[in-house]
């Protein structure tokens, strides 16, 4: 319970914004300790909701209720603190990937060092190292599939690790050509939605895309390294453009070389296969999960020789 | 050349029967030494065109020319000669998978081994070895993929491979339906085609189709052996029928469980994928190849930095 | 009214189940005497929603109202009362089709006599006998068309009906081959769904289906009966497979035989029609139906000239 | 053999018109003795490809070669003789439909005997009089099916035939709309082509079609004969326009009363399985039809218990 | 505020009709002062929905309420009031084109008055003249684009606007055949609606349709005018019957003419841009509009560079 | 007629290269005197297929013909002549627009200087400027539209020309960006082709696309310029990316501003329409067209009113 007059500071997540026509309005907020409260912020103050703020407060009456009146609030990134604490905020109040994030870029870095054609590699390297850090936070989709943070480093690295088996069966593959266009497919999912957390498409994920994006970095970085009439940068390119295959699906073109090709088929098993994972993980054995979007709206039986 | 009046005997595919007002009929045969022949039959008898005999005849003259008069045929089925010798034969006369078959034939064992759900396993055991010498022979299709004697073990074989890379990234399946379905989803194809070499389909074939085919040999086997109302003798009779997915592929019913929907995807991408290969092989690199049918008649590019 | 202490005996349909923390819990009845009365069963009893029972019961108080406290309780199927007091039972507690069952039943055995065709007929009156009382019993669908009590009896019917007038325009059909596959078609449907009244679909039926259980049931039957290779046999399985005609409508083949399509196209005439024939009905002159499902969402005009 | 000087009277149909430099030009002629001939007329003169024309000519001689010169030719339309030498001609000529025209008359003008609304009546005997000759002669397609003289009345023949059953069946029918819709449905078929015999469409035929017109004749009958306001005339109308369904088929609206609904069932039904009927008849026993264009080329099976 | 004994005349349009056992019945009436009433009429008095008339009543007492008693009232189509009095009532109580009538009115004539060839002059404004008046009141369509007073002649102004541009680029369009064609390719939407007041489809407009009975009308206007064999009078019937291309659009042919083409895309580009504009008005600069229904539920970005 | 040893100097299209032992090639060569000329080339030089050269040679006897034996051959490019013969000499070799270069150019640089808007000025004079030449040379497509030397700004120039019609209409349009996005929205065609003559398309063409070239020009011009994060350059390089629509036209996103949709209506019209004019163009009056591919292979009526 909190007492009138008391300091309260606390880590929490804005839920909504009120009107009012006091010089303090109120904003809904749940914070670290599960609490739902009440905070009033000064008319020329701003906060967006589905952001962490630390909030440093004192409990005042108001009406019949209880109050937090805020001193002083500060955004999660710019707050001085270890990355461990800044994590399991962000773990605590967002849906997160099932993943061991560092496991993961153990992985991927391994692959990375694992090119060796030097005109892939240093592709590779220059965007990876340019973008790690949205990399591993945001999602791969607002909705759909691996629409949580790190969404987007979870889907790249099962496709990684798909891909292995696939060098097994058909030996033509170029195995670099492959894991680094596996690698930038998608990167430029982090400038189609406007954060990591609670993602909304921007006007211009909207208008332009991370597909045509994705080829304009390409481009961009190619020149820059003075590659931009390799055949490389060419296929990396295509590889990006060419990854949903075409039509409803918004490539403008269908893979032309077996690398695209394959690059697609994962991409698309991948994406369908871990949200049908997560729904059998929600129903009890014996039954049907719900109707999956993704699936063609179909609901699949959890059958009973389910691994547990 | 040919000496009229000598014996000549060998074996050799009939290319071709022609009609004839004389009371021995000529036909052309392609013979193990890559000799074009003229062989007389006797009205009475009969053979079938793309099939291999070992004839016995001697050579005679006839208008201006040599031909030879048969005294005996016999079907190379029927020949009491070792397997090797008969594989050869095969080899030489027909389209080959481009496969160690025996390599194949000890993979596949050593995974239905692996097999630990009695059901499952005594149910693919039992299928497995009643068609076994077929299933090493017959093409997977008489166009499209895998067109080629030893065909269908191949696609098989390819598939089991790459089940492997998927359990360890959706640990979710269950190995042992993934791979029992795998073995069995095309398994009817040997009763869809009227023989393993220049394959046609039957009317069967043409009426019932190796889905329903394949539905009903898993009713009728697990009946047999008791099995009629399991959970996996359930789950493999949809596993086969699904496995094309649906609509205008021929599967009644959709994938409604993940193992299903696996081996659909891994069906589907070997079907394509293993074409891709082959026409890639026809082509110099910097080309694209011809129009490929199974890909949407589109034309790959082999790039330049295909492996060799 | 009920009177507490005495004794009311009585055929009800379950409506519901409700959870109490008492020994017995309260389910809601729908009786012969179209009363809504709540059921107090001992807790280790169980009753299935839908289904209708005999109670004996003793009216109780409980808490401010009246309940009746079950003694006895039997599903109507294992009472021993005349079939006529079932059928009654039925009708009264169930949607029905609109149909005098004895009537159709007359009609249909009496077709079933005229098959010429020594083999067709014995397969029709093997299956028929052994599912005879479930075929006049089940659905034709849970939704869409002819989804109620003897749909499937009454859809069958119409459809041998509709048939006479085709023998007469297209003599070149077989008139027992059209008339066997009729009466065979969806015989299966009485194992998709899990009861006659109020059906859902069982798992199998979600994952089979009625036309690849219907393939089964040919092909073991006539395995049993020693047709296993008649072209009577294929036949008969082909039409079953192919009446949905293909493509987004479950059928692995496409009609390939002229009494296949002819029964495809009165299967669906007979789907539509019968709906479009109750949507009329209620309705007046003059003014459009609702919007019919079967109909691709297009509402009809029931016009001046209808027939009443 | 010709002789040269002789007069030559006969029946032919014209094959094929040849430009010369001379003042008579060549022609090749079939004639009713099945012979081919060269007939020469005068620069100044005209005939068409295939139309039957009554010549008298004399032979010539005409570089190594006899041709005949023709002194008069009159197209067979306008010859004063018997209408069933004309018939018997036309049926030489021509492909024909495979029935007694005067039995399916005398059974179309008695249904047409037994419509009792007075409305449908008058529209249907207006029309059905005012073009009863063509009616009989037109074919009901160019190509697809019953692309034959006397094709029209035959279709609509059968679908009168089908009907029968369906009113059996369907007591909410209207009995006379169905049949003045199927008289009427197709009539204007004869403004399509350019004539009976060797058809082509029209540019009124290709611009405006079969069913537009047959909507402007309804609407003008209706007009004439005092009905333009009445139910009748807006049900015809609409069985017209919707007999083909919808979408790409040509129809402007989708069916929306039962009648013409079940016009477009029949409709469809006799134009493909017509078509069938034709084809199995060209093939034996255990054998495949050729792909059929109205039956998405498909092939279908002439089975072993196929009537003979 | 009302005063019972009180007379008080005006305009209303009607809301809605409620039952009463009294022998007068309420209605909710919206009167010309924005005021909404309740009017009492004599029940055997009918007035319709969604009308607007001229009311003189009385105020009397009703339990505790103050309503309107009628003594008379008249529709407003049968006032004797000057023209502007009425379109202003009706701007007032019904949704309006954004337009000037009189300006597109004159541009409209002044179009008409230049089509030079005699047939499409004569056919253009004999159906002009019949149907003006409602042709300058209906709508476009009941929902979609241009649902509002006079859309029909909004749109057809702004297409004949659009076909000049067109007229310099493709020198080889006749233009009166594409202004008469446009003037009348909807002009029997007139027909297809109740009234042009909150119109809704009439039996016959959904049976038959505004395509069917403009091609009817041409046609009988056509045989009216001694035009019915010109090849004027076939081309605006195929323009009529061609302008919504095909397909599940409804016209039964697709535009086989260049001027029915360009009457075609000018259709479709009017009837989707207007409500984009409209759509567009409705956001601030920077933000998405709702999702759009006629292009394709998209939702479109107002930039910063939209015009004011 | 040529004479041995005599010297003859000439342009020539190169038709084809032939093989040859000696160490001289001999090449067929149309000249611009129409004759089909057999020039001999030093093994070591190289001459491309369907380009134009400058020959210097002489005539030698080889074997019973006369041969050109090639002294020198420059290709037209690097000839130093006045613009005007190269002009003339391409016209006369290759199929060339139905337009006056010089006219379109002035309307089109008219049009660039009317743009208001600084960046989109800047933006479209870049490009315009840094491509100007083969701007007026490359065709709009290989095949399907416009394809003939400088149909690509013949294309352009009649999309400026229709645009204007819109904006009286449409007062909502940014012009600017309209008319921008029309200058720049097929530019990089002139990438996607391997030469404006005889063009086929190049590997990079086929693999990323004029469209995804057109989006890294944008890109790469706006960041050369500072305009990397305006408004303006997201704008235009939408309308780049969405002019084909979408779905099965290459686009990877739809129009999402008004523009945008109005730019690909208008390049969907006249790349029909203007292929429309030519066919029309090749029939006479009264009859149909071939079959044309962009117009979904319909033929089109050449009627009797068309302008000559």
Redesign the interface.
């Known amino acids: 319970m909190l007492e009138i007059g008391q300091t309260y500071n606390f880590y929490g997540k804005v839920l909504n914004l009120n009107d009012s026509t006091y010089d303090h309005y109120p904003i809904n907020v749940f914070s670290e300790d599960s609490e739902n409260l009440i905070v009033r912020l000064k008319k020329e103050e701003e906060v967006s909701v589905n952001k962490i703020y630390y909030f440093e407060t004192v409990a005042i009456a108001f009406k019949d209720k209880i109050h937090l009146e805020a001193k002083t609030h500060t955004i999660l990134g710019e707050m001085d603190i270890p990355e461990t604490k800044k994590e399991k905020l962000l773990k605590f109040f967002y849906h997160y990937a099932p993943i061991d994030t560092e496991a993961i870029r153990t992985d991927i870095e391994g692959i990375i060092k694992t090119i060796e ?1 030097p005109v892939l590699k240093k592709m590779t390297e220059t965007i990876y190292d340019r973008f790690r850090e949205d990399f591993y936070l945001y999602p791969a989709a607002t909705k759909f599939h691996h629409a949580y943070i790190s969404g987007l480093a979870y889907h790249t690295h ?1 496709m990684l ?2 891909a ?3 060098f ?7 195995e ?2 492959v894991n680094a266009g596996i690698i930038l497919h998608d990167i430029c999912k982090i400038f189609e939605f406007d954060s990591y957390e609670g993602s909304e498409y921007t ?2 994920g ?4 991370h ?2 994006m994705g ?2 970095l390409i ?2 970085v190619a ?1 820059e390294l003075g590659f931009q009439d390799t ?2 940068a ?2 990396l ?2 590889i990006i ?1 060419s990854h949903h295959y ?3 699906f ?9 690398e695209a ?2 690059i697609h ?1 994962i991409d698309n ?2 994406s ?3 949200v ?2 997560e729904e ?2 929600l129903v009890e054995t ?1 039954h ?1 999960t719900s109707s999956i979007g993704v ?2 709206r ?4 959890k ?5 547990d």
Chains 1, 2, 3, 4, 5, 6 share one sequence.
Not at 168 to 174: A, I, R
């Open positions: 054609n099962s690790m798909l292995k088996g696939f097994k069966v058909y030996s033509f593959l170029n670099d050509l006007i211009k909207k208008l332009i895309g597909i045509t080829a304009n481009d961009a020149t055949e490389e060419m296929l390119e295509h453009i075409y039509g409803n918004g490539s403008p073109r269908k893979p032309a070389i077996a090709l394959i088929f098993i991948d369908k296969t871990t049908l994972g059998l993980n014996g049907l699936l063609e179909e609901r699949y039986y059958h009973k020789l389910t691994n």
